[in-house]
């Protein structure tokens, strides 16, 4: 299976330990003291990172748009983060054991992000048809995941194309379905596997946007390598896609349940624990005297019946009891043992 290194070491990969990354986007509504609780919040949740996202107003709409839509500008002034602040929680983030990244929408934006050494950068579904900016993206080397959300397959294949003609081949792509929340019945998991097949040598995540945890669940049994969930302090608040991020106590059970999920895949080989080994003598069954057996008597198929436990002569063992003869009497229903016998 496909596997990713990122610039911080941790390895990402198909149907291993998920990379679980806490999408904050803007519910920290501007604020610096919440965006530092929410690190704290998916840090203590058990998430390998918090992604944050790098747009200004300049480089997320035009100016026809703010013209027709003033107060978006001023809610996207309001929730945007200056590289400033961006850089001083990534420091939070390394103080803190979680990673730091972001998504950019612009040039100086990925620079940033290099230049600040995130693990990984992010590029968002919205950019699979902007290949220019792809490529400009991978020629930084540092190590991508690609959301897919929105897109056909052909341009999926695009995007990962013009991404490894850059000489970039550290390359991860998520499943999404960019819509905000998304309905179960709309998800298409099995997705995954198609991507796997298609993209044999990328690590396949998935970018979660349902309610509840189920689904990204169901993602980590197909061997989903990351998992992205958007996270927030209070779903009450008014913010971007803030409705449907999961609060922290639902993040720490995601957590958990995927860390329990891919544990419980184990590997496709049919392995007995000890444990199990020494439960079939509790289990299983064994032959008994289905009658008083005199001693001398040569067991037939009639004198013999199976049952519990399996400390005995095992069903397999039937052509080595029929025919034998007995050193002793045998009462009824006692487990038969290689002593009871010439």
Known sequence: MAECRLRDGTLVGDYISPYIIAEVNSSHGGNMDMAMQMIDAASEAGCNCVKFQSWSAESLYSASYYREHPVAKRFVNKFSLKPENLRKLAEYCNQRGVG?????YSED?????????????????MELDNLDFVRYIA??????????????????????????????????????VSVYPAKEETICLNNILGLRERFPECPIGFSDHTLGDEVAIGAIILGAAVVEKHLTLDRSKIGMDNQMAMEPAQMKELVRKCRIAQTSL??????????????????????VSAHYIAKG??????????????????????????????????????????????
Do not use: W
């Open 139 to 176: 020629r930084k080397n540092v190590p991508l995941v690609l959301s897919t959300g929105m897109g056909e397959m052909e341009e999926i294949g695009k995007a990962v194309q013009a991404i490894k003609e850059e000489g970039n081949h550290d390359l991860i792509l998520l499943h999404c």
């Open 266 to 287: 184990g590997k496709k080989e049919r392995i007995l624990t000890p444990q199990e080994y020494e439960q079939r003598k509790n289990m299983r069954r064994s032959f």
């Open 100 to 104: 730091f990244s972001s998504t950019p």
């Open 297 to 342: 008597t040569v067991l037939s198929k009639e004198d013999l019946a199976l049952k519990r436990p399996g400390t005995g002569f095992a069903p397999k063992d039937i052509e080595n009891l029929i025919g034998r003869r007995t050193l002793s009497d045998i009462e009824a229903d006692l487990i038969i043992k290689e002593e009871h016998l010439e």
């Open 109 to 125: 934006e990925v620079d940033f992000l290099v230049d600040i050494e995130v693990p990984f950068i992010k590029i968002a579904s």
